[in-house]
């Protein structure tokens, strides 16, 4: 199916429904993760007809269906939209909220050599092959991906669904990405133009502390976020990180001492 095909399929699926998931969109047109990102694109950054929320889901930003607009004409409609935004108002200051999270920074070695070195193409599948694999192992262990930083990633455990053992969790996936990267590397050299640069490496910072969870940004960008000076640390923790190492904070430590070598 074209893709100017599907786009209109799911402006209209939008507009029925209000809102809906990636994982739908995934099984009804049996889409891939970079179809996903071209499609958002395009009904996001260049239509402006819906927002992300969450990275999870598209919803509706355009106009109504010919029945909502009716109800307009009957003067339904300044009802409806002031109770749609007191509705919006009051569910952005619901995600705000007070956590403890683990967080990771996971971040490809040498992007820069590595964009000079490869033909934009080739770079593109080999960042994406790469984030796949991240993302596979994430998954695993079930924790959310709040944003994708260029070729890094910011992973959260603790949010939006909380276990008992975030800490564990992070240094599983962070140990589970250095354990896919020969197999990812090898199939690189052999399937992509990567077979003259050196093989990706990563360094990943883990840190475990208190955050406020809460809807940031403006217009059509917002994200949900994890502000504080925990991310932060993760963050440094992950420049000073040695490729392919996992480095953790003391407080991280503490909660998995004796489960791991450190």
Not at 26 to 52: C, N, P, V
Not at 95 to 112: I, K, Y
Not at 168 to 179: D, E, M, N, P, T
Not at 188 to 215: F, K, N
Request: proline share 2%; glycine share 8%.
């Amino acid at each position: 199916m074209k893709f100017s095909v599907v786009v209109e399929q799911v402006l209209e699926m939008l507009q029925r429904q209000g809102r809906v998931s990636y994982r739908a969109l995934k099984r009804e047109f049996e889409l891939d993760d970079d179809y996903i990102e071209d499609l958002k694109e395009e009904i996001i950054r260049a239509r402006r007809l819906a927002i992300d929320e969450d990275g999870a889901v598209l919803v509706w930003t355009g106009e109504a269906e010919e029945g909502e607009k009716a109800k307009g004409a009957k003067g339904e409609k300044g009802k409806d939209s002031l109770e749609s935004s007191v509705q919006r108002l009051e569910s952005r200051q619901e995600v705000a909220e007070r956590r403890q999270l683990t967080v990771m920074f996971c971040d490809l070695v040498g992007s820069t050599a590595l964009s000079e070195q490869l033909d934009p193409e080739d770079l593109r599948e080999v960042v994406s092959a790469y984030q796949a694999v991240c993302t596979a192992v994430i998954q695993r262990y079930e924790g959310h991906i709040a944003q994708h930083l260029g070729d890094g990633l910011l992973v959260y455990f603790g949010y939006p669904r909380a276990h008992e053992d975030e800490a564990r969790r992070a240094v599983q996936v962070g140990l589970g990405i250095l354990a896919e990267l020969p197999q990812l590397n090898a199939r690189l050299q052999s399937t992509v133009g990567a077979h003259s640069c050196a093989p990706l490496q990563v360094r990943i910072g883990i840190h475990t502390g208190l955050v406020v969870v809460s809807e940031i940004g403006s217009g059509v960008k917002r994200e949900i976020l994890a502000l504080g000076e925990t991310p932060n640390i993760a963050a440094r923790l992950q420049g000073l990180a040695e490729p392919d190492t996992v480095v953790l904070s003391a407080a991280t430590y503490r909660l998995v001492a004796g489960l791991f070598e450190c």
